[in-house]
């Protein structure tokens, strides 16, 4: 069964660091992979998405992630946090032939910024 | 374009009664995902939507809940006799493919509190 697991419920960083939230994945073939973030009272907007392309995937807003087959990990980097990053974040999974795509999400981490 | 729209965007509710909630996908997109958002329980995939066939109804907790969908386009979710462990932030969202990983749209939510 596929399952995402993000270490750390809670990251904090200055404004102008580098930003890095863990997710990995555990899944019996090389999955799709997701990056969502929310904003309080919102819904969930997408980053960024890995398909079997390039390892390494741009998303929105100076965010990317790098697919890392042999760690079975995804994980999200900013090289430099904005006060308007603070938000939570999911990472999440679906699995090719998977009927529908369903996604299955970690438990998210929430991320705030230090001015 | 028109978003994913999602009604009420609240609702409050006795325990024992029961509740429908709307979503309105993005024209065109064929599939359809609800999903529960808790405190407890993180994001859930409830159940998934390919036209008006629900083909995948693995994430609905109970016979309480129960979902349709009408001409391919507007939702409605429906959990009847109401309890309070349903509170919960109920997410829809729309995608316009299937299996190769396409993205999923969420709509705002609706926040359900059963008293």
């Known amino acids: 069964a596929q399952s995402v697991t993000q270490l750390g419920s809670h990251v904090s960083v200055s404004e102008g660091a580098l930003v890095l939230l863990r997710c990995n994945y555990s899944?019996?073939?090389?999955?799709?992979l997701f990056w969502y973030v929310q904003y309080p009272n919102q819904g969930l907007q997408l980053l960024l998405k890995?398909?079997?392309?390039?390892?390494l995937v741009k998303g929105i807003n100076g965010f990317e992630a790098e697919f890392k087959k042999s760690e079975t990990s995804f994980h999200l980097t900013k090289p430099s946090a904005h006060m308007s990053d603070a938000a939570e974040y999911f990472c999440?999974?679906?699995?090719?032939?998977?009927?529908?795509?369903?996604?299955?999400f970690g438990q998210g981490t929430e991320l705030s910024v230090k001015p | 374009g028109a978003g994913v729209s999602q009604s009420p965007s609240n609702k409050v509710t006795e325990k024992g009664k029961d509740v429908e909630l709307r979503c309105d996908p993005i024209?065109?997109?064929?599939?359809l995902y609800w999903y529960r958002q808790s405190l407890g329980q993180g994001l859930e995939f409830l159940i998934y939507?390919?036209?008006?066939?629900?083909?995948?109804k693995s994430g609905l907790p109970s016979d309480r809940f129960s979902a349709e969908r009408t001409g391919g386009s507007v939702s409605t979710l429906t959990i009847q006799r109401t309890q309070q462990e349903d509170s919960a932030v109920y997410l829809c969202?729309?995608?316009?493919?299937?299996?190769?990983?396409?993205?999923?749209?969420f709509g705002p939510g609706t926040r359900l509190t059963v008293t």
């Open positions: 969202a729309s995608s316009p493919m299937r299996l190769k990983g396409g993205e999923q749209y």
């Open positions: 899944s019996s073939v090389p999955p799709y």
């Open positions: 890995y398909t079997s392309a390039a390892t």
């Open positions: 999440a999974v679906s699995e090719p032939g998977n009927q529908g795509g369903k996604l299955i």
């Open positions: 024209s065109g997109h064929t599939a």
């Open positions: 939507f390919q036209g008006n066939s629900a083909p995948d």
